[in-house]
């Protein structure tokens, strides 16, 4: 079996799916023949032509809003935003927008519509480029989200997500893109939403994550075995919708958590998970949720980024602190 | 761009030179569609004031802009993108006006655009229609019909980013578009003065590389005239125009809002005296084709149309709770799909 990075699995994703899907077609900035900043694009336009791989206008709203259109017209685009923070100025399409037209329009229309967004720290980008901003469309019901940790989901993630027939914002992970490759098949396979993987198996605690995280409590994970811990890794792979019965199901295995993302821990996706647990297993918890995110400031200078942002040795410190006790 | 566009003069008389490709029997079509829109406004006005009806934004004084650039639309294969006082538009291009009524009553079902109507929702989210109404005419013309999209937007729509994005784009693409701008004069209650600087919307169109045309919006032949060279251009590859239509709205911006509270009464006095319905009906007499008989008879054909609708509508079905999670997604959440039992059976 061919092995791929994150970027060729996403890059063999797109392509496969353009082969067999005459009406799914690629745009966002710079997604032609340069291949897109990251490349995952690359070699689409050569292979099925300016018509379906297309170098917009530098205007976030009107990318979304015209795939809305588009979909809507009988296309099946696959929008990229060039970094997820860039979503900003483009926000009121995503979440109000295609996330509410099927219950504006009484069910009449639908919009099979794909944004693909990087993001995340740890490449020493610009500002605005590494924001991890995914739980402000959990609170635009309508949009699915998804944030794939590895190359094998990243392809599987992305053929379900242009196959639905509804928007799904699809979160890739940067620092994660060319981390290294792994055997992902060719040709259409698909991953479903709504099952989180187990990425590890472990008897002491559960650490919780999404996309480039993932690969962070891992690599906790192999430390916490010296000190006699065994730690497993929950991989929820969407947002939304979300897998609660594992999560809740894993959690009450090992009776401790600790929930690991990019995002500023207030409000971040981490809060809702804690919130889920309290409702729903309460009782067969050992210790207190905890949560590792980034620290409720800006994302800073990227010089800075390392001390910002979730590190080995802040997870391995909420393992502790939940063994305690 | 030339001067505003104008045929036909507020007493009724056409201007010197003035022609229309619009005939007698389409203007006489036009001044039915315009009546209706104008009757219905005045009746569903009522029923809002007795709270029989939802929050409602008129049309009166616009409808010779609203009529005269539908029918420069074939229904079968265009399409209508509109803001939300284009209603009579939507009627013409083939929604029922118990559907689009079945709306403002708040009803679900009976509200959906049915199938085979080329019309999208009416959009409260000002200017967010343009860019989608972009995507769709680029997206008909891959698909590879000769269909036209006509946009709606207002004076104030076109301060909106969306405004201008969508028309960088359609002009990048040469989408098959045509951007219909009301210029009424009021977004709410501020004024087109200070809505922008330029002394013309439709001069916009430069920056974006397409055609500019300003129309007297109040006189239905030149709305006409310039929509339909619009859409011709739109359907053989010539790419967008932007249309601006001066006008004035008559009424006030939605049934909320009071405009004693802003407006000049001697600049609503004078706009009173170019309405777009009036000058149509003193043309008419003109030409021994309109008389109190006349109007008397279509006036009391079109209410009855406009009851039957309103009728239908309120006999439609209500909504039930269970409509609160209708039409979110095709397949939906098991977290969903609980809260729905919570609400429906009291299960958590």
Same mark, same amino acid.
């Given at each position: 079996?061919?092995?791929? #990075? ?25 997604? !032609? ?87 995340? !720290? ?115 792979? =969407? ?87 | ?27 006489? *079509? ?108 680029? !997206?008909?013309?891959?698909? !590879? ?19 201008? *994005? ?16 009301? #210029? ?62 001066? =006008? ?5 911006? #939605? ?16 706009? /009173? ?5 009036? /000058? ?22 079109? /209410?009855? *149309? #406009? ?30 799909? /609980? ?10």
């Amino acid at each position: 079996m061919p092995e791929r #990075n994150v970027v060729e699995a996403i890059n063999s994703a797109l392509a496969d799916e353009m082969e067999a899907d005459p009406r799914v077609m690629v745009l966002g900035l710079d997604v !032609g023949k340069l291949g897109g900043v990251f490349r995952t694009t690359s070699g689409l336009v050569e292979k099925f032509g300016a018509a379906r791989v297309i170098d917009t206008p530098l205007a976030e709203a009107s990318i979304v809003g015209a795939s809305l259109g588009l979909a809507l017209a009988g296309m099946v685009p696959v929008a990229e935003i060039q970094f997820l923070g860039f979503t900003a100025q483009g926000f009121h399409q995503i979440g109000p927008q295609l996330g509410k037209y099927r219950q504006r329009s009484r069910g009449r229309y639908h919009c099979q519509v794909t944004i693909r967004a990087p993001f995340g !720290g740890g490449i020493k980008s610009p500002e605005f480029h590494s924001d991890a901003v995914e739980a402000q469309f959990v609170q635009t019901p309508g949009i699915k989200i998804v944030m794939p940790s590895n190359a094998y989901d990243a392809k599987g993630l992305l053929i379900e997500a242009i196959r639905d027939p509804d928007p799904v914002l699809f979160c890739e992970p940067d620092r994660l893109y060319r981390a290294g490759r792994m055997e992902v098949p060719d040709g259409g396979y698909t991953v479903p939403f709504g099952k989180a993987r187990l990425a590890r198996d472990g008897d002491h605690v559960t650490l919780i994550a999404w996309s480039a995280a993932v690969e962070l409590c891992l690599r906790a994970a192999d430390m916490l075995v010296a000190e006699g811990i065994s730690a497993a890794v929950l991989d929820l792979r =969407t947002l939304v919708p979300l897998d609660v019965e594992t999560l809740c199901a894993q959690v009450v295995k090992t009776g401790r958590c600790v929930i690991v993302h990019e995002a500023p821990v207030s409000a971040g996706f981490g809060a809702e998970i804690s919130a889920t647990l309290m409702e729903e297993v309460f009782y067969d918890l050992d210790a207190p949720v905890a949560r590792v995110g980034a620290f409720d400031v800006p994302f800073p200078a990227s010089s800075l980024e390392d001390y910002y942002l979730p590190s080995v040795d802040r997870v391995l410190a909420a393992v502790r602190r939940t063994m305690e006790v | 761009m030339e001067s505003r566009r104008s045929v036909l003069m507020p007493d009724g008389t056409v201007a010197p030179g003035g022609k229309s490709r619009m005939d007698e029997e389409l203007l006489l *079509e036009a001044l039915r569609w315009m009546m209706k829109s104008r009757l219905y406004d005045q009746r569903v006005i009522a029923l809002q004031r007795q709270g029989q009806f939802g929050v409602y934004s008129p049309a009166m004084g616009q409808e010779a802009s609203i009529i005269g650039s539908a029918l420069a639309l074939d229904p079968q294969r265009d399409w209508i993108v509109p803001q939300y006082r284009e209603l009579m538009a939507t009627v013409h291009h083939g929604l029922p006006l118990e559907v689009i009524t079945a709306q403002y009553l708040g009803k679900i079902a009976p509200a959906r655009i049915p199938e085979g109507v080329n019309v999208l929702p009416t959009q409260v989210a000002i200017a967010a229609q343009l860019p989608q109404a972009t995507g769709l005419a680029w !997206g008909l013309r891959l698909r !590879g019909k000769d269909a036209v999209v006509m946009a709606y937007i207002g004076d104030g729509g076109s301060s909106e980013g969306d405004f201008h *994005e969508a028309l960088n784009l359609a002009g990048v693409v040469k989408a098959p578009i045509v951007f219909f701008l009301q #210029n009424n004069q009021w977004a709410i209650s501020t004024s087109r003065r200070v809505q922008s600087a330029t002394r013309s919307f439709a001069l916009r169109a430069a920056g974006y590389g397409f055609e500019g045309v300003e129309v007297d919006g109040n006189d239905v032949m030149a709305v006409y005239d310039v929509a339909c060279d619009a859409v011709e251009k739109a359907r053989s590859g010539g790419g967008p125009t932007l249309i601006e239509a001066v =006008t004035y709205r008559m009424s006030f911006h #939605n049934t909320t809002d009071n405009p004693s509270r802003y407006e000049d009464p001697k600049e609503h006095q004078e706009a /009173r005296t170019r309405d777009p319905i009036e /000058r149509v009906q003193r043309h008419l007499a003109g030409l021994g084709l309109w008389d109190e008989k006349r109007e008397a008879s279509m006036t009391a054909e079109v /209410r009855e *149309e #406009n009851e039957q609708a309103l009728q239908l509508a309120y006999a439609a079905d209500a909504p039930k709770p269970a409509d609160v999670f209708a039409n979110v997604y095709a397949d939906e959440p098991s977290r969903v799909a /609980r809260q729905r039992s919570e609400l429906l059976d009291g299960e958590s």
